[in-house]
């Protein structure tokens, strides 16, 4: 399908690696000129020459932290105007309920509400003036459905959440969409990070531990990065803009829910 978006400009945030990086990649496939971020140079120079060399499409990078001011400074500097923009941070930690104390969420909220939240607060005017602009957030199905262990992220991201139920309306009369997407368990880093830990407090294999957690999706495997760059895309595309402030899993059929 023709997304008719080749010549937009994207920034997508937290996107030398995993989902981001399919965003990035869906997004440079479709002839958007790519602004990509992380912390790391190595990985994110890496990244954006693979998607330079496969694409033929502008790929900028800019190693910053998007969670910190100065480091969305640099990026948003580095960006200028952009159509496109893409949310996307490292998930907090795991634990328990009992862990965490006020500088714990007041790290998460930066990290996963407040830090998406500056960003459309820094880009959504442009989008307006300009009367097109797309925006999508990486959250997660733990908005749908809680994760025990990811407190820190349930908590950020229903913030998040909630912001853009009402935000997406105020600015969807100047063509400019917001939706989120909820990624279950795809073959990520993270994916692995988090395997490895139910791995040690069990006592099996990583294997094992990635093979249990399968077992329980609908669809028996784990997303890609790929087909979660696709489903980002197609919202930033020309045919997305009557979808307005929606949270859509991409999670094999993991949460148990009608609606
Ligand atoms: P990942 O594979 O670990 O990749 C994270 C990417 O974000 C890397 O490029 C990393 O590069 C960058 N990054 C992390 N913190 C950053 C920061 N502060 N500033 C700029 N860049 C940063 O993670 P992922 O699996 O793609 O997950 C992306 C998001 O989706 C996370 O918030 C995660 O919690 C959420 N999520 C993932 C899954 C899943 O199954 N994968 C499920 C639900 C929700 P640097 O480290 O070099 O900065």
């Known amino acids: 399908m023709e997304l008719g978006i080749a010549g937009k400009r994207a920034l997508v945030c937290a996107s030398s690696k995993g989902l981001g990086r399919g965003c990035a990649e869906a997004l440079a496939e479709a002839g958007v000129s790519v602004v990509m971020n992380a912390r790391g140079a190595e990985a994110l120079e890496a990244a954006a020459t693979e998607i330079r060399a496969a694409h033929g499409s502008e790929v900028i990078t800019v190693a910053a932290d998007i969670t910190t001011e100065e480091g969305r400074a640099k990026v948003l500097t580095a960006a200028g105007p952009v159509d496109i923009l893409v949310t996307n941070a490292g998930g907090p930690p795991p634990g328990m309920w009992s862990d965490w104390d006020r500088d714990d969420f007041i790290a998460a909220l930066d990290a996963n509400m407040l830090t998406p939240i500056a960003l459309m607060t820094a880009l959504l005017p442009g989008m307006m003036e300009r009367g097109w602009g797309r925006v ?93 760059g696709a489903a980002c895309a197609f919202l930033c595309s020309q045919h997305a803009g009557f979808i307005i402030g929606q949270n859509i899993l991409l999670d094999g059929g993991a949460v148990n829910a009608t609606l």
Do not use: C, M, W
Request: hydrophobic share 45%.
């Open 136 to 228: 999508v957030n990486i959250t997660s199905q733990s908005v749908k459905a809680p994760i025990p262990v990811l407190g820190l992220s349930n908590a950020a991201r229903a913030g998040l959440t909630g912001y853009v139920a009402g935000t997406a309306r105020q600015v969807a009369p100047h063509g400019v969409t917001i939706n989120n997407l909820l990624p279950g368990i795809h073959a990520t880093d993270r994916a692995v990070a988090l395997d490895r830990g139910v791995a040690e407090a069990e006592g099996i294999t990583l294997d094992e531990a990635r093979a249990k957690r399968a077992a329980t999706i609908p669809a028996r495997r784990y997303g890609t990065a790929e087909e979660f």
